[in-house]
């Protein structure tokens, strides 16, 4: 078969990988001019390795993503450094990383608040049951199970955090799904995942993958006689195609759809995020802190900060101290149209909170990065509304983060959705 694929994102790439592995002709459109997707980064010509534009890690337990590193053998590439989270209490951080510094988090209170705190993860770590939790939303059960206190301090500020306005309305499922498969080990490869994308793309071409970069899709229509005909500028036409872009791209892709599947596409709420990337000149938090998990309440300006050379040696970027500062926002918030300038104006305050010695002259150099589809938002039963994979239209698939549910979105299930599109193409 000839086979195409809308973007070379992780899933992207995956799912070529098998096509082309049982021996069809596969062509990647990309439109950016780097291989990627959201996991992409970026390099200063003094670095060693690239940093991502928007914070990546592996857990542990990301068997897809390790299955594959396996197979390309790979596995000497990835590094496990111990970094160390934070939580926020009354003006103070405290680790946050183990079952023991949690139960000594001074946030959770004493006794009955503890216990309850600890059987709840329990129980979500050992119940497979999650098609019952997402009947409920994250808001009322963990209030009724956890208790007003533990939900107030702990899981209320993680929703509104990620969810903004719709915090209330997230199934119980996706929070069951970060708790089951998120581990305080985290993963990351040797040169940063930029890295990895490049030696996967190499590798797709070496074994005749063609990628194309720079070239934008504008639709895909089956043809009398033809097929699915793609134009990207010329027309050109395929017996099967992959789509791995977000809901609304396919949508506007794919206008053949029919109205159930479209409308389908387009019920699907996201979050889009905003993270500022700045290399700093001095390492910002001295007790060595990775990840800051902050409450809004509290007058921060973004969910989170992390500094990555507090993850990984400063050593690999040429000395400069890298931290970031990212939200998850809602399409047209104003951080949307901010110049750099004036979003660096906004956070800068906030960095003395992390370090009191903190000034504007530690900071050599600023990026912003921006995207519309960041965090898929799951509302009750959303199980129900999710698309599949195969769609209507002859021949046509599409993969997206918004159908790993319940899992969150990453590389990891990016790689896992990609390559079960590339079996259902197969059969």
Same mark, same amino acid.
């Given at each position: 078969m000839k086979i195409a694929i809308i973007g070379a994102g992780f899933g992207g790439m995956a799912a070529a990988w098998d096509l082309k592995k049982a021996g069809h002709e596969v062509t990647i459109?990309?439109?950016?001019?780097?291989?990627?997707?959201?996991?992409?980064?970026?390099?200063?010509?003094?670095?060693?390795?690239? +940093?991502?534009k928007f914070y990546h890690h592996w857990f542990?337990?990301?068997?897809?993503?390790?299955?594959?590193?396996?197979?390309?053998?790979?596995?000497?590439?990835?590094?496990?450094?111990?970094?160390?989270?934070?939580?926020? @209490?009354?003006?103070?951080?405290?680790?946050?990383?183990?079952?023991?510094?949690?139960?000594?988090?001074?946030?959770?209170?004493?006794?009955?608040?503890?216990i309850r705190f600890g059987f709840v993860g329990l129980f979500l770590r050992l119940t497979n049951n999650w098609k019952a939790l997402e009947k409920t939303t994250a808001d009322s059960w963990m209030m009724k199970w956890a208790g007003k206190n533990v939900y107030e301090k702990m899981w209320k500020p993680l929703l509104i955090g990620k969810f903004g306005p719709y915090y209330q309305d997230v199934n119980m499922a996706w929070m069951w799904a970060r708790i089951k498969a998120r581990t305080t080990r985290l993963g990351t490869f040797q040169g940063g995942f930029q890295r990895f994308a490049d030696m996967f793309a190499e590798k797709l071409r070496e074994s005749g993958v063609e990628i194309r970069l720079k070239v934008q899709?504008?639709?895909?229509?089956?043809?009398?006689?033809?097929?699915?005909?793609?134009?990207?500028?010329?027309?050109?036409?395929?017996?099967? +195609?992959?789509?791995?872009?977000?809901?609304?791209?396919?949508?506007?892709l794919c206008p053949d759809l029919p109205e159930n599947y479209l409308?389908?596409?387009?019920?699907?709420?996201?979050?889009?995020?905003?993270?500022? +990337?700045?290399?700093?000149?001095?390492?910002?938090?001295?007790?060595?802190?990775?990840?800051?998990?902050?409450?809004?309440?509290?007058?921060?300006?973004?969910?989170?900060?992390?500094? @990555?050379? %507090?993850?990984?040696?400063?050593?690999?970027?040429?000395?400069? @101290?890298?931290?970031?500062?990212?939200?998850?926002?809602?399409?047209?918030?104003?951080?949307?149209?901010?110049?750099?300038?004036?979003?660096?104006?906004?956070?800068?305050?906030?960095?003395?909170?992390?370090?009191?010695?903190? %000034?504007?002259?530690?900071?050599?150099?600023?990026? +912003?990065?921006?995207?519309?589809?960041?965090?898929?938002?799951?509302?009750?039963? @959303?199980?129900? %509304?999710?698309?599949?994979?195969?769609?209507?239209m002859e021949g046509l698939y599409f993969a997206s983060m918004s159908q790993v549910y319940p899992w969150d979105r990453g590389t990891n299930y990016a790689v896992e959705i990609g390559r079960r599109a590339a079996r259902l193409i197969l059969q």
């Open positions: 459109f990309e439109s950016a001019d780097y291989v990627g997707g959201l996991a992409s980064g970026f390099k200063e010509p003094h670095w060693d390795w690239s +940093v991502e542990q337990t990301d068997k897809s993503m390790f299955d594959l590193i396996h197979e390309l053998g790979w596995e000497d590439h990835v590094l496990f450094p111990r970094p160390l989270t934070v939580m926020y @209490h009354k003006g103070k951080f405290y680790p946050f990383d183990s079952i023991l510094k949690a139960l000594l988090f001074p946030g959770l209170g004493f006794g009955l608040d503890k899709v504008k639709s895909i229509k089956r043809e009398p006689n033809k097929g699915l005909v793609i134009d990207a500028g010329e027309k050109e036409a395929f017996d099967k +195609v992959l789509v791995t872009t977000s809901p609304n791209l396919m949508a506007k409308s389908g596409l387009l019920g699907l709420k996201s979050m889009g995020a905003v993270v500022m +990337v700045l290399s700093l000149k001095q390492q910002l938090s001295e007790q060595g802190y990775y990840w800051f998990s902050l409450p809004k309440e509290e007058g921060y300006p973004f969910l989170a900060l992390v500094e @990555h050379t %507090n993850f990984l040696s400063s050593d690999h970027f040429g000395g400069d @101290h890298i931290v970031y500062a990212g939200d998850y926002l809602e399409a047209g918030h104003e951080y949307f149209s901010m110049s750099n300038d004036e979003l660096l104006e906004r956070f800068l305050p906030t960095f003395k909170k992390f370090n009191p010695k903190f %000034n504007k002259d530690w900071v050599k150099k600023v990026w +912003v990065f921006r995207t519309n589809y960041a965090q898929p938002i799951p509302l009750v039963n @959303h199980s129900k %509304n999710i698309p599949p994979i195969e769609t209507p």
